[in-house]
């Protein structure tokens, strides 16, 4: 293990040049909120491949994806993936990205050093590459891990109302539909070939980031080919460290990178989970003068009525209490939330008392 010589700050927005396992040793121990990882797949492609044209696929047979036996693979695994949890914070999570070939062996690795699995999620592709064979199914989609680092830890990110936003007030499922880097998104080299032959779509990594860091997260790509994750990173106000070794990838990376604007932080504000905004009393409401006290709240269809008091407190027909108290009174109910279930009569119209709280937090940010 590497000797700590400098702070976190001195690697962000940068490429280390190096093997991943290697330069992940030399970073400060947790130190990076969130980790994706697109590890080589052992594909075991055996021969060229070719279309039923007899022109050849452009497959991933690089040397960087072959190892000689799957314990290689697997003590390859290993070792990474404890470097990354050495650098990865208690609350961060880590996403690991793979096919048939290698997912299920890098998932059992995970469970062995302490992961916990928060979802698999399962990449549909819209466009992906036929069978050109006709002997198997076609290959459409990857599987992504998404684990904590360890089952205890419950304090890790989940933008869980960004993430129903995103996907048109519907909560997000685990499977996503989301096309192959193509067309302009894929880069090329001098030749016109393809820079990378595994080169992730941005879409794919925008959600990730977007699901599970906050804007000036620290987030750690060991594995950062020609730079997906931190193009996006850097979009999205993310910080970013890539371990690559192969020196094209990282100049293709650079200026691919170079070339991305970074978005306004106020355009980086996303929904926010009610429990993360800051708790207002129904009694603040009162001492603010939004509502005085002896006013009359109705459930919307003005079946059941209570009258404010000075603390803050509610008086019904025969029961007090506070707003969340006389709200499941009346109804007969063992809980419910008075925020919602009491409306105010503002002219004629009647309005939840959400609505004063909502005014609140907003003179609070």
């Not at 993936?81 to 997912?103: C, E, F, P, Q």
């Not at 050093?113 to 928060?118: H, T, V």
């Not at 950062?224 to 990838?249: H, M, N, S």
């Not at 603010?288 to 209570?306: I, M, Q, S, V, W």
Request: glycine share 8%; proline share 5%.
């Amino acid at each position: 293990m590497g000797i700590l010589t400098k702070p976190i700050a001195n690697y962000l927005d940068t490429i280390l040049k190096g093997d991943s396992i290697a330069m992940m040793n030399e970073l400060p121990a947790k130190s990076v909120d969130l980790i994706f990882a697109d590890p080589p797949y052992n594909l075991q492609l055996a021969g060229e491949l070719s279309r039923p044209d007899q022109s050849k696929v452009d497959a991933c047979d690089d040397a960087w994806d072959q190892f000689a036996s799957f314990a290689d693979y697997d003590r390859f695994s290993r070792e990474w993936l404890t470097a990354a949890r050495r650098v990865l914070k208690d609350n961060g999570s880590i996403w690991v990205i793979g096919s048939y070939h290698n997912i299920y062996r890098v998932g059992s690795i995970m469970q062995d050093l302490g992961y916990w699995f928060l979802n698999d999620i399962v990449w549909r592709k819209s466009n992906p590459m036929p069978n050109f064979r006709g002997r198997r199914f076609t290959n459409a989609h990857e599987t992504m891990l998404w684990c904590s680092k360890t089952k205890d830890q419950k304090g890790y990110t989940f933008n869980y109302d960004a993430m129903k936003a995103l996907n048109d007030d519907l909560q997000m499922r685990s499977d996503w539909l989301i096309p192959l880097c193509t067309g302009g998104e894929r880069l090329k080299d001098d030749k016109g070939q393809k820079a990378h032959p595994t080169q992730k779509p941005e879409a794919l990594l925008h959600r990730v980031l977007l699901a599970s860091s906050k804007p000036g997260d620290v987030v750690l790509d060991p594995f950062f080919g020609t730079g997906t994750t931190g193009a996006v990173a850097k979009k999205l106000g993310r910080r970013f460290i890539g371990i690559e070794r192969d020196p094209g990838y990282i100049a293709v990376a650079k200026k691919r990178i170079a070339q991305v604007s970074r978005t306004s932080p106020e355009d980086l504000e996303v929904m926010k989970s009610k429990k993360e905004e800051p708790r207002v009393p129904f009694g603040v409401v009162v001492e603010r003068g939004l509502l005085e006290p002896g006013t009359k709240l109705y459930d919307h269809a003005k079946r059941f009525a209570a009258k404010v008091r000075a603390d803050g407190s509610l008086v019904c027909r025969d029961a007090t209490g506070s707003i969340h108290q006389i709200a499941a009174h009346v109804q007969g109910l063992p809980a419910c939330n008075g925020w919602t279930y009491w409306h105010f009569d503002a002219q004629g119209v009647m309005k939840p008392i959400d609505l004063l709280r909502q005014q609140i937090r907003a003179e609070m940010h």
